[in-house]
């Protein structure tokens, strides 16, 4: 089944402690993005990637780091999470940059931070 | 900078009847992509409908159909015959091929009323 994966999906963690949020996907996609999601903001784009080893900032990518080694795979990576990441993040693969192809979501990672 | 602006937070209709969910946006590009996005309460993202810049043809898809406006950089989503499945927030995106961000609305809550 086609399909995007992240893990977990619910995070509680504390400030300052690392942490990694998977996403996979199984669809051979080049591009590979990541929002947070907050009420009233919608959906903000962090980072996104056009293809291995390229990424590029979205709207607010301050405090995130995103690592593209292979196509399947683009974590998101806090290394020092604050309680202002607590949000709903999603990933999101298309199968190319052109606005034509569907992005494909994830389920959503909630995660808080105390 | 690229905008998208959703000025309804929140809308009702009743079941069987007609739903116009307004989106505007700013951009100074001529080639661009927009969709409407529906999230049910699952947080799931699912694609409703697309519109490419450079066609003159309003999108539709079953009971789903926009009203795309270039000049006037509106790009509105009417929905026929309510279901209480479309009960959902519907975010409005745009995403334009030079740096390939993609930018949400902040979305409208639709309520079905039975």
């Known amino acids: 089944e086609a399909q995007v994966t992240q893990n977990p999906r619910y995070l509680i963690t504390v400030t300052g402690k690392k942490l990694t949020v998977t996403c996979s996907q199984n669809?051979?996609?080049?591009?590979m993005s990541w929002y947070r999601q907050d009420p009233g903001l919608g959906l903000r784009q962090i980072y996104y990637?056009?293809?291995?080893?390229?990424?590029d900032k979205g709207d607010v990518p301050e405090g995130y780091k995103v690592s593209r080694k292979e196509k399947r795979n683009f974590p998101l990576i806090l290394e020092s999470p604050s309680p202002n990441q607590t949000s709903l993040y999603f990933c999101?693969?298309?199968?190319?940059?052109?606005?034509?192809?569907?992005?494909?979501f994830g389920p959503g990672t909630r995660l808080t931070v105390t | 900078a690229q905008t998208v602006t959703q000025s309804q937070p929140e809308m009702s209709v009743q079941e069987a009847e007609t739903v116009t969910l307004s989106c505007t946006y700013d951009?100074?590009?001529?080639?661009?992509?927009l969709f409407w996005y529906k999230q049910p309460p699952s947080r799931q993202m699912i694609l409703v409908i697309r519109?490419?810049?450079?066609?003159?043809q309003n999108a539709t898809e079953n009971r789903f159909s926009v009203n795309f406006q270039k000049a006037a950089k509106s790009f509105s989503l009417k929905i026929s015959d309510s279901q209480l499945g479309d009960a959902a927030m519907y975010f409005c995106?745009?995403?334009?091929?030079?740096?390939?961000?993609?930018?949400f609305g902040k979305g409208t809550r639709l309520h079905i009323l039975p």
């Open positions: 990637s056009m293809n291995v080893e390229v990424t």
């Open positions: 999101a693969s298309s199968l190319s940059t052109s606005g034509l192809y569907e992005q494909y």
């Open positions: 951009t100074s590009e001529s080639d661009y992509y």
């Open positions: 519109q490419e810049a450079y066609k003159q």
């Open positions: 669809m051979n996609h080049e591009y």
């Open positions: 995106a745009y995403r334009s091929p030079p740096d390939d961000k993609i930018i």
